[in-house]
């Protein structure tokens, strides 16, 4: 772990995991990914969609990488939404 924001330590693989994602959606986007009791099976090209829909939507409301305060309104469901 290295020092992140305000002395937290963050995960040197929080910058990898999603350009991997990325990278084995192209290559195997049916390969099942994730799979979540009462919610089914996710393959990385569903991850992959849905990260891009969350960053979108982070985008659209000028979310801050380093902000603390999380609102109703930025829940993946409707983060992806937008």
């Known amino acids: 772990?290295?020092?992140g924001v305000a002395g937290e330590e963050s995960d040197p693989m929080a910058d990898?995991?999603?350009d991997l994602i990325r990278a084995i959606a192209?290559?195997?986007g049916d390969r099942v990914a994730?799979?979540?009791d009462g919610a089914g099976r996710h393959t990385y090209r569903e991850l992959a969609e849905r990260a891009a829909a969350v960053?979108?939507?982070l985008?659209?409301?000028a979310a801050c990488r380093n902000s603390t305060t999380p609102s109703p309104e930025m829940s993946p469901e409707k983060l992806?939404?937008?």
Do not use: K
């Open 26 to 28: 192209v290559t195997e």
């Open 34 to 36: 994730l799979v979540v």
């Open 55 to 57: 960053s979108a939507g």
């Open 16 to 18: 990898v995991l999603p």
């Open 80 to 82: 992806s939404s937008t």
């Open 59 to 61: 985008r659209a409301r």
């Open 1 to 3: 772990m290295t020092p």
